[in-house]
């Protein structure tokens, strides 16, 4: 895809699905709820369709957003675009996107090799919705992500050198199944 010349790129933001509510465990061993189930996999049919097939995945290492992740594939796998699905996405489980602030999850962002067309990111609120906003201040949902919500950034430079307000947002769904 190109815009006015240049290459663009796409970064997906989805914040995790529905999780049980915090109980004694460890936070980062939260799991998905049937609902959150359900929309992970609500939400990978909606990249199927609009053909955002990630060529990187930097996810979260805590266990809701690895399911989500998990969902997702099952319902892109579920939806495959027109001449079957592409190749398989690298995937980074990365333990620094978990609790991290939006700068961390940029600087994750920025490592991607330059090849990649479109990026995937599957994290943590306040972190994605702060980078969301970060990255396209005028455009940003005020009340954050919620659940399942996908945003779509366009972004028009190599991703080594992605800057805040540099990406603005083309699409947006709540994925619910």
């Not at 004694?24 to 369709?49: E, K, N, Q, S």
């Not at 992605?162 to 083309?170: K, N």
């Not at 699409?171 to 619910?176: F, W």
């Amino acid at each position: 895809m190109t815009d006015g010349g240049a290459e663009t790129r796409t970064l997906v933001l989805l914040r995790h699905a529905k999780a049980e509510q915090p109980g004694t465990g460890p936070d980062v061993d939260r799991r998905l709820t049937a609902r959150g189930h359900a929309d992970a996999a609500a939400a990978g049919v909606w990249l199927a369709r609009r053909l955002l097939s990630p060529d990187v995945v930097i996810c979260s290492a805590a266990r809701r957003t690895r399911q989500t992740w998990h969902d997702v594939t099952l319902g892109m796998a579920g939806c495959p675009p027109e001449g079957g699905p592409g190749p398989a996405p690298a995937v980074r489980y990365a333990v620094a996107a978990y609790e991290a602030h939006p700068d961390d999850l940029l600087d994750l962002v920025r490592t991607v090799e330059p090849e990649a067309r479109t990026v995937l990111l599957v994290a943590h609120n306040p972190g994605v919705s702060l980078l969301s906003a970060l990255l396209d201040p005028e455009r940003a949902d005020r009340e954050g992500l919620r659940t399942t919500d996908l945003v779509v950034h366009r972004v028009a430079t190599p991703w080594a050198e992605l800057t805040p307000g540099d990406a603005p947002i083309v699409d947006r769904h709540t994925a619910r199944g």
